[in-house]
């Protein structure tokens, strides 16, 4: 592994070294459902049982999955993440290393394609059954938010490799969501969580109209391009006179979070940026000032909820570091970001163990290491910070 003694940076190497050492395989927040003891039970066919299962897992602040046959295991959307971390470190030293563990990585990731006779176009799932109040989904129906960050993955990945196949099979997912996730139900326009189903939550029909906007213009693809927009023209429709956004259309989606909060942003600014519009500005500079306003305390901390701190999750601190720096990056945002850093080692990181942490409450710790809800996203904001404050502290030499 590639050596530095700079703190962030250290703490990013440290935190590679670990996953790589274990495959980039592990335990996730929602996998309960693989437990083989559950799935040789007939209790496994009822929804509601699946839940409380599922929810058991997530919220015990003991990792019960040894005991109940839960095995560790890639995710293909953690290895997308984990891809997009090795190519901004490749990106801040020029070092092959990098580049090397990032194609192995993108190899699996191609092996791990959702069925190409089912869905026709490129796109990927999770690698367990998941249950939520809303929908059930097998383990590997494809989603729009692992199908994006894998697509964006790859075709970095493609453009730094000069791999025209790994771009166009990124280029292909958006025709999965083109195709696959629109959807108009009750006066709304957007793209489908999983294919079949209408709930409608505002970061994945971002998310899929950013993807499906760049992609588009990079085929010369009009009508994706225009079915992308009005996309984003129904999420930006319902953004509140403050700047939120709740979750999703459905009853029990009525919150609002940092993390959603921002990727609903740096989806806007990717959408921006592709179509080269200003159409989205008034809506990103409002929603970014309610942001950053709302999920930080003063001491770095990023906050869950806009009503509560808790619980402190690596994945708001991550998040917010994204926001920081693609939706804001003035010298105030990375000030504010350093900080966010500062913090996010000092509360989660372990580093006798090189990971970090999963979630504080108010009363309890829950330091269960899960590969793709934490460290994936841990290292590749870290990463993306390294390469940010390596270009701007050379831009003032």
């Given at each position: 592994m590639c050596e530095s003694t700079d703190g962030a940076v250290r703490v990013a190497e440290n935190l590679l070294a670990d996953m790589s050492a274990n495959s980039f395989a592990g335990y996730d927040p929602f996998d309960s459902l693989n437990s083989s003891l559950l799935q040789a039970t007939p209790l496994y066919r009822n929804e509601w049982v699946r839940l409380a299962w599922l929810q058991l897992g997530k919220r015990s602040p003991v990792n019960l999955r040894p005991l109940l046959g839960v095995p560790k295991k890639r995710n293909p959307k953690g290895v997308g993440l984990f891809i997009s971390g090795l190519l901004q470190d490749y990106r801040r030293t020029g070092e092959a290393c990098y580049l090397q563990?990032?194609?192995?990585?993108?190899?699996?990731?191609?092996?791990?394609?959702?069925?190409?006779q089912e869905w026709t176009h490129s796109c990927w799932g999770y690698h367990f059954d998941?249950?939520?109040?809303?929908?059930?989904?097998?383990?590997?129906?494809?989603?729009?938010?692992?199908?994006?960050?894998?697509?964006r993955a790859l075709h970095e990945l493609g453009e730094v490799t000069a791999d025209q196949a790994l771009i166009d099979v990124a280029l292909d997912a958006a025709r999965f969501i083109a195709t696959q996730l629109y959807t108009e139900t009750d006066g709304r326009s957007f793209y489908a969580y999983i294919p079949g189903e209408k709930a409608f939550v505002h970061n994945a029909s971002l998310w899929g109209a950013a993807w499906c906007a760049f992609a588009g213009?990079?085929?010369?693809?009009?009508?994706?391009?225009?079915?992308?927009?009005?996309?984003?023209?129904?999420?930006?429709?319902?953004?509140?006179?403050?700047?939120?956004?709740?979750?999703?259309?459905?009853?029990?989606?009525?919150?609002?979070d940092g993390f959603h909060s921002g990727y609903?942003?740096?989806?806007?600014?990717?959408?921006?940026?592709?179509?080269?519009?200003?159409?989205?500005?008034?809506?990103?500079?409002?929603?970014?000032?309610?942001?950053?306003?709302?999920f930080f305390e003063a001491d770095g901390t990023a906050r869950y909820y806009n009503?509560?701190?808790?619980?402190?999750?690596?994945?708001?601190?991550?998040?917010?570091?994204?926001?920081?720096?693609?939706?804001?990056?003035?010298?105030?945002?990375?000030?504010?970001?350093?900080?966010?850093?500062?913090?996010?080692i000092e509360l989660m990181y372990l580093p006798d163990k090189g990971q970090f942490i999963y979630q504080k409450t108010r009363w309890l710790t829950n330091r269960i290491n899960y590969t793709r809800w934490t460290q994936a996203w841990a290292y590749y904001s870290l990463a993306f910070y390294n390469r940010y404050r390596a270009e701007a502290d050379h831009a003032k030499n």
């Amino acid at each position: 592994m590639c050596e530095s003694t700079d703190g962030a940076v250290r703490v990013a190497e440290n935190l590679l070294a670990d996953m790589s050492a274990n495959s980039f395989a592990g335990y996730d927040p929602f996998d309960s459902l693989n437990s083989s003891l559950l799935q040789a039970t007939p209790l496994y066919r009822n929804e509601w049982v699946r839940l409380a299962w599922l929810q058991l897992g997530k919220r015990s602040p003991v990792n019960l999955r040894p005991l109940l046959g839960v095995p560790k295991k890639r995710n293909p959307k953690g290895v997308g993440l984990f891809i997009s971390g090795l190519l901004q470190d490749y990106r801040r030293t020029g070092e092959a290393c990098y580049l090397q563990e990032a194609r192995e990585l993108a190899d699996w990731l191609l092996s791990q394609r959702s069925n190409a006779q089912e869905w026709t176009h490129s796109c990927w799932g999770y690698h367990f059954d998941w249950q939520a109040r809303a929908f059930y989904v097998p383990a590997g129906k494809p989603n729009i938010i692992t199908t994006c960050y894998v697509a964006r993955a790859l075709h970095e990945l493609g453009e730094v490799t000069a791999d025209q196949a790994l771009i166009d099979v990124a280029l292909d997912a958006a025709r999965f969501i083109a195709t696959q996730l629109y959807t108009e139900t009750d006066g709304r326009s957007f793209y489908a969580y999983i294919p079949g189903e209408k709930a409608f939550v505002h970061n994945a029909s971002l998310w899929g109209a950013a993807w499906c906007a760049f992609a588009g213009q990079q085929l010369s693809d009009m009508a994706m391009v225009e079915q992308a927009s009005r996309v984003a023209r129904q999420s930006v429709s319902e953004q509140a006179a403050d700047g939120s956004w709740v979750y999703g259309a459905r009853h029990h989606h009525q919150f609002i979070d940092g993390f959603h909060s921002g990727y609903n942003l740096e989806a806007l600014c990717m959408l921006r940026d592709a179509l080269h519009t200003d159409e989205f500005d008034a809506c990103i500079a409002k929603g970014y000032r309610h942001y950053v306003a709302t999920f930080f305390e003063a001491d770095g901390t990023a906050r869950y909820y806009n009503t509560s701190v808790y619980p402190i999750d690596m994945h708001s601190f991550a998040q917010a570091i994204f926001t920081l720096l693609k939706v804001g990056g003035t010298p105030a945002d990375l000030a504010l970001c350093d900080k966010v850093v500062t913090r996010a080692i000092e509360l989660m990181y372990l580093p006798d163990k090189g990971q970090f942490i999963y979630q504080k409450t108010r009363w309890l710790t829950n330091r269960i290491n899960y590969t793709r809800w934490t460290q994936a996203w841990a290292y590749y904001s870290l990463a993306f910070y390294n390469r940010y404050r390596a270009e701007a502290d050379h831009a003032k030499n």
